[in-house]
């Protein structure tokens, strides 16, 4: 079977359609075009107007050119107004975010994924899963909390994402591990609020304990640690990534020793490099 998956909006999304890549890659699919696919894979953003408006245009487009084409839709928008998405052609599954991580063995249990769709005159890695050159990517993106518990009056994220969720950090240096050894060697870790990580898991897991452990990682690997908001960079978190900084010739960035990353253009990026100003661990990151 031929897929195609096509990415709207954030790191978050990105990291999602990675997982949702990886499973049919294991099932025997091979990526194409989305001209020539079964199966398309639509992931979502809803975070404007105009984010809803390109959904809706790609699905059309798509099945002009790729008429007997099936086309499953997930992400925010398909959570947010599925019946919106229900009436595009060719749509055969929609799937809300919270079913996102199970779709494509949700696709398999009814029949949609056969044996023949998914060997028949594939030259695919059946029982692979990604590795670096997949479609023209060499870094993975791997989310490791999703959710949000703000109620930031201009923003939909709580109501299409629910409630902060993380993964248990077993799992997520699990599938880091996974990662390297399939030859991965630029890693970007994100979450919808990734300042959050582990508060919801009650055992004492923290983004710096996560940090700390990818920064003393065996491997030649560069880790990024992506948007974190200038109210997440406390004290502790400042202290453990100004430890391994220095500075990164592209400007917008800090990078860390061990190859994290530590972002700080989003939102207030003035105000997350003066966090660590104010801390005295590293001056003169750009805003």
């Known amino acids: 079977m031929k897929y195609s998956i096509v990415t709207f909006g954030c790191r978050v999304n990105q990291a999602d359609s990675f997982a949702i890549e990886e499973e049919l890659r294991r099932r025997g699919a091979v990526n194409a075009p989305p001209e020539d696919a079964d199966l398309v894979v639509i992931n979502t953003c809803s975070v404007t107007a ?70 028949d005159g594939a030259e695919g890695p059946c029982g692979r899963g990604l590795e670096p050159g997949v479609a023209g990517r060499t870094a993975l993106t791997l ?20 409630a902060g969720r993380s993964r248990p950090l077993g799992e997520v240096l699990r599938d880091v591990h996974r990662a390297v050894d399939a030859g991965y060697r630029e890693i970007a870790v994100t979450g919808v609020h990734l300042g959050s990580y582990g508060r919801d898991l009650g055992n004492g897991t923290t983004l710096t304990r996560l940090v700390r452990q990818l920064g003393d990682w065996p491997d030649d690997v560069l880790f990024r640690v992506s948007s974190l908001e200038p109210m997440d960079c406390t004290p502790e978190i400042v202290a453990t990534i100004a430890a391994w900084i220095r500075h990164d010739p592209g400007g917008d960035e800090a990078a860390v020793h061990g190859g994290v990353f530590f972002r700080t253009h989003r939102g207030h990026p003035r105000a997350a490099s003066g966090c660590i100003d104010r801390h005295g661990h590293h001056r003169g990151l750009s805003g």
């Open 143 to 162: 989310r490791v909390q999703t959710g949000c518990d703000e109620t930031c009056s201009y923003c939909i994220i709580p109501r299409t994402r629910g």
């Open 50 to 119: 105009s984010a809803d408006q390109g959904a809706r245009q790609t699905i059309r487009r798509i099945v002009r050119s790729n008429p007997d084409v099936k086309v499953v839709v997930t992400g925010c928008y398909a959570t947010r107004r599925p019946d919106d998405v229900r009436a595009l052609p060719n749509v055969v599954r929609i799937v809300g975010n919270d079913a996102k991580d199970s779709i494509v063995g949700a696709l398999d249990a009814d029949g949609e994924l056969t044996t023949a769709q998914r060997f």
